[in-house]
Nanobody, 124 residues
Framework: QVQLEESGGGSVQAGGSLRLSCVAP????????MGWFRRAPGKEREGIAAVDAYGSATYADSVKGRFTVTKNNSLHGLVLQMMSLKPEDTAMYYCAVGYCSGMTSLTSPPVLYWGQGTQVTVSS
């Protein structure tokens, strides 16, 4: 089992910011692609951001312009910077690693491994 180490969740007021980080084993960071997903209570999982093999990011419409995803090569990690947070962003956020061909589809990602999740709570 491959472990993805997530960190950075927490509680914040609407309009605030949070930064999530996910570190993957070097082999998977180098040879596969990573993304962030979330699941809010009572809702289906939503893909929110992923990076393809060329380093290009794809975002869900719900977070476009507010969230930024970047790769951290020194840490073998994927960072999600979340700005202008809204109460509807409240969810458990999961990091994932999977096949690059399709990872940025966000809707049906070919995920190999999921992280444990980190909770983000945004209050109004």
């Amino acid at each position: 089992q491959v472990q993805l180490e997530e960190s950075g969740g927490g509680s914040v007021q609407a309009g605030g910011s949070l930064r999530l980080s996910c570190v993957a084993p070097g082999y998977y960071y180098t040879n596969y692609c990573m993304g962030w997903f979330r699941r809010a209570p009572g809702k289906e999982r939503e893909g929110i951001a992923a990076v393809d093999a060329y380093g290009s990011a794809t975002y869900a419409d719900s977070v476009k312009g507010r969230f930024t995803v970047t790769k951290n090569n020194s840490l073998h990690g994927l960072v999600l910077q979340m700005m202008s947070l809204k109460p509807e962003d409240t969810a458990m956020y999961y990091c994932a690693v999977g096949y690059c061909s399709g990872m940025t589809s966000l809707t049906s990602p070919p995920v190999l491994y999921w992280g444990q999740g980190t909770q983000v709570t945004v209050s109004s």
